[in-house]
């Protein structure tokens, strides 16, 4: 014996649950739908051996995929190694944090180390001093076949799609004298503007990889093809060090027409040439130690020439400050976002308190981003100063701020690639 009132509460109550639930039914199948007929709004997709791998799939981190490779109608073994698709500070670029091993700096979870001066910056995936070795410069004419890489371009004409295949490498030297073979790995940056940066999976212990990895770059009209140059890097993957650098390819699409379809070539590898790399500008600091105090004064002057990261002509440029002891970063801070400029001038400083016999062992990094609000800001260049600095000037600076305790040492460097 139920009151009319309160059946028609009920109802109702049931009634608009029911529709509520339609309508959610009814909106996800639609939204399925329309992602399966939708072109993915990525700047690019990995295909790896038939298998479409969408950015949106991988974290950070990396992922290991386990693979079969068919040949033949023959299975064989799963392939090991590390897939990892980056889509760097600003689409497409990230870097391999070198893993702990006996080799590594121990832990030094209490240094007394504090920052005076900035804000602090979200956890991310920077650039370490255990980054990639650079070879020595070579001339053209002392130029050394390390091997042939074989790969394919095509383009996509109604998407507006560049497709390169990397299809496998040839002759590759040894790099691990222990297991005398390789571990090797390609990264693939599209010159000039480097908007385009991703890498191939890790191949163990094999000097005769085929990694046969398809990776389609959206949004390159055809027009633009004959200014860009592909540029391939081939390395061995350390787990202790850093990454051995095998050589380069460098391909300029000028002489290659996709246009009735895909193109295969074959190119040696050459010993990698440093004197070629594209400018990434030029970057003031100034350094200074207080013994007494044991605090140690960085200051972020400012930078010249960068490089035009906007479609404007312009970069929106911050320099973020990493302090590593060993190979552990202990410090991270940044300046303020200067925009619309190619010479910026920051003068921001950051105070540090190290004790003076970590010196030895303490490395800062300067990374020059450019601002981004619509995708993810993009790594310009860097420069290390300390233990694990790589340039000359950047040693001579170091040296000469630990011989003149409490006099503040500004030098100009040139920014290297990442």
Not at 44 to 57: A, D, Q, R, V
Not at 117 to 124: A, I
Not at 157 to 177: R, S, W, Y
Not at 341 to 365: G, H, K, M, Q
Request: net charge positive; glycine share 6%.
């Amino acid at each position: 014996d139920v009151s009319p009132v309160v059946a028609g509460l009920i109802g109702a109550t049931v009634l608009v649950v029911s529709v509520s639930v339609t309508v959610f039914v009814w909106t996800c199948c639609h939204q399925q739908a329309e992602k399966k007929h939708k072109n993915p709004p990525y700047k690019f997709i990995h295909m790896l051996k038939g298998i479409s791998i969408y950015p949106e799939t991988l974290s950070n981190k990396k992922k290991i995929h386990r693979i079969r490779r068919d040949k033949n109608s023959t299975a064989k073994e799963p392939g090991r190694g590390n897939l990892l698709v980056d889509a760097a500070e600003s689409g497409l670029m990230g870097s391999d944090k070198a893993p702990d091993g006996p080799n590594a700096a121990p832990r030094v979870d209490q240094l007394p180390i504090k920052v005076d001066y900035g804000d602090e910056l979200s956890p991310d995936q920077s650039l370490t001093p255990g980054g990639s070795k650079t070879s020595s410069p070579s001339s053209p004419g002392d130029e050394v076949l390390l091997g042939e890489l074989t790969f394919s371009v095509d383009y996509n004409f109604p998407k507006k799609a560049l497709v390169v295949t990397i299809q496998e490498a040839h002759g590759l030297p040894v790099m691990d004298e222990h297991t005398q073979s390789s571990d090797p790995y390609i990264k693939m940056t599209i010159l000039p503007d480097k908007r385009h940066r991703v890498k191939t999976r890790v191949l163990r212990k094999t000097l005769e990889p085929i990694f046969d990895e398809t990776f389609t770059f959206y949004g390159i009209p055809y027009s633009q093809l004959q200014d860009l140059v592909l540029h391939f890097l081939v390395l061995s993957f350390d787990r202790f060090s850093r990454d051995d650098v095998i050589g380069e390819v460098m391909v300029p699409l000028a002489g290659v027409d996709p246009s009735t379809g895909k193109v295969q070539l074959t190119r040696e590898i050459l010993k990698r040439n440093i004197q070629i790399r594209i400018s990434r500008g030029e970057l003031q600091v100034s350094l200074s130690y207080q013994p007494v105090a044991q605090r140690m004064t960085v200051v972020v002057l400012k930078a010249r020439h960068l490089p035009k990261m906007d479609i404007t002509g312009l970069s929106d440029p911050y320099v973020k400050v990493n302090v590593y002891y060993g190979r552990k970063r202990i410090a991270k801070k940044k300046t303020h976002v200067k925009k619309c400029t190619l010479n910026p001038v920051f003068n921001e400083s950051f105070i540090y308190d190290i004790p003076a016999d970590l010196l030895p062992d303490i490395s800062i990094e300067f990374l020059v981003i450019d601002f981004d609000r619509t995708t993810k800001n993009e790594v310009v260049g860097r420069l290390i100063l300390g233990a694990h600095s790589v340039t000359a000037g950047g040693v001579e600076h170091w040296r000469e701020v630990c011989d003149n305790p409490r006099k503040a040492v500004a030098k100009w460097h040139s920014l290297s690639e990442y």
